[in-house]
């Protein structure tokens, strides 16, 4: 199988599986997802970014997943006009809303970010809150598939806060 072959039955493949919602294991996700990047070029491995942005190529690498699960997902393109602090993605697929703070290591979110993910983190309901990183990929990849697995929605931001004293 050729290279873009490859590439085209993997899209397939995860449509396919998707909207007939088989259950596809996370393995196979990442490992076609991974492929699929290494293949286009924009990545050499998954959280490894090449290009001058980081921070924005790991938004898109989430926002990839993101689709294949079938979420709506919104961003901020320019925030220089809108208050500081809101995360970076919110994703809605029925009946979940998952919002994200997206960071590259050696980043730390800011206080106006820490402060709207300790508001957010508060809301009851099938919200989950979330500060990634590239190298969480995979627990990404779990959560966009199954919300549900959270359980009682303590999400990571609860876990994570306390790295930043807040």
Same mark, same amino acid.
């Not at 050696?106 to 993910?117: D, F, R, S, Y």
């Not at 990849?141 to 609860?158: E, H, K, M, V």
């Given at each position: ?27 196979? #996700?990442?490992?076609?997802? $991974?492929?699929? =990047?290494? !293949? &286009? %070029?924009?990545? *050499?491995?998954? +959280? ?61 979110? #800011?206080?106006?970010?820490? $402060?709207?993910? =300790?508001? !957010? &983190? %508060?809301?009851? *309901?099938?919200? +989950? ?38």
């Amino acid at each position: 199988m050729s290279k873009k072959e490859e590439t085209e039955w993997t899209k397939e493949t995860l449509s396919a599986m998707l909207a007939k919602n088989d259950h596809v294991s996370v393995d196979a #996700t990442v490992n076609a997802y $991974v492929r699929e =990047n290494e !293949l &286009s %070029g924009k990545t *050499g491995q998954l +959280g490894k970014q090449r290009r001058a942005h980081p921070e924005a190529d790991f938004r898109e690498e989430v926002r990839k997943l993101a689709r294949l699960f079938h979420y709506a997902c919104y961003f901020t393109h320019r925030s220089e006009h809108s208050p500081p602090g809101w995360p970076d993605l919110a994703l809605v697929r029925a009946p979940y809303l998952l919002i994200a703070e997206l960071k590259i290591r050696p980043n730390k979110p #800011t206080a106006p970010q820490i $402060v709207c993910l =300790n508001g !957010l &983190s %508060g809301v009851v *309901g099938n919200v +989950g809150v979330f500060l990634w990183y590239p190298e969480d990929i995979e627990e990404i990849t779990r959560i966009l598939q199954a919300p549900g697995i959270l359980g009682g929605w303590s999400t990571d931001w609860g876990n994570r806060r306390r790295e930043f004293g807040k």
